[in-house]
């Protein structure tokens, strides 16, 4: 993969790396991270900030995803509301049975062209053939699969069943009130689709391992993330 270029920044690259990496890891705000950079002696704006992770998000993103192995061929569906520029809109996603996040899209209609989009995007882009979709008990996803052939793989359910893609939408609400919602459609799906790839790299589920697997871990995203960001 061709690598990122940092040139024609004054700052070093070792610093914004760091600064983009802090904005989508935790739940910070630019301020957040301008103060956070100020205790070590790197004086840098808030704004300064915000501009490298949207030119730099996406393009390390990007090289995250190639690295993911391949998930597993489980897929849970679910929409969750989100109010955008004062607007009512959905946020279709979609994860496997051990949560990573798969595919997300910002849509403003809870109907079948929507969830069909969204199944589009996961058969294209996914190196994997599902073998089952557990979703809630919207139509819509019924409606969609029967235009793809996909009516078979579809196990309809209540929260119960499909808990996983549930539990997964609160590092999205988590930030979305650090955002205080977000602005725009656009601006929506670049942050989310951001935020997802570093998610998928650094989510560990500390609480189902032994300490010693959680440093292995934890050296292995790190691992990751550096052959990524060079």
Known sequence: MKQISFKRH????????HAVWLYFRFSLSFRDVEELLSQRGIEVSYETIRCWTIKFGPLIAKRLRRRRPAPSPRW???????????????????VDDEGEVLDLVVQRRRDTEAALRLLKRLLYNQ?????????????SYGAALDQLNLRHLHRPGRLRENNRVENSHLPIRRRERQQQRFKSQASA???????????????IQRHLISRPTLRRFRAEADAVWVTSVV
């Open 76 to 94: 849970h569906l679910d929409e969750m509301v989100c109010w955008i520029g004062g607007k009512r809109m959905y946020l279709w996603r979609a």
């Open 10 to 17: 004054r700052f070093p690259a070792d610093v914004i790396r």
């Open 127 to 139: 190196p994997v053939e599902p073998q089952t979709i557990t979703t809630d008990g919207l139509a």
């Open 189 to 203: 799906q670049r942050f989310l689709t951001t935020h997802a790839a570093i998610y998928n790299t650094f989510n």
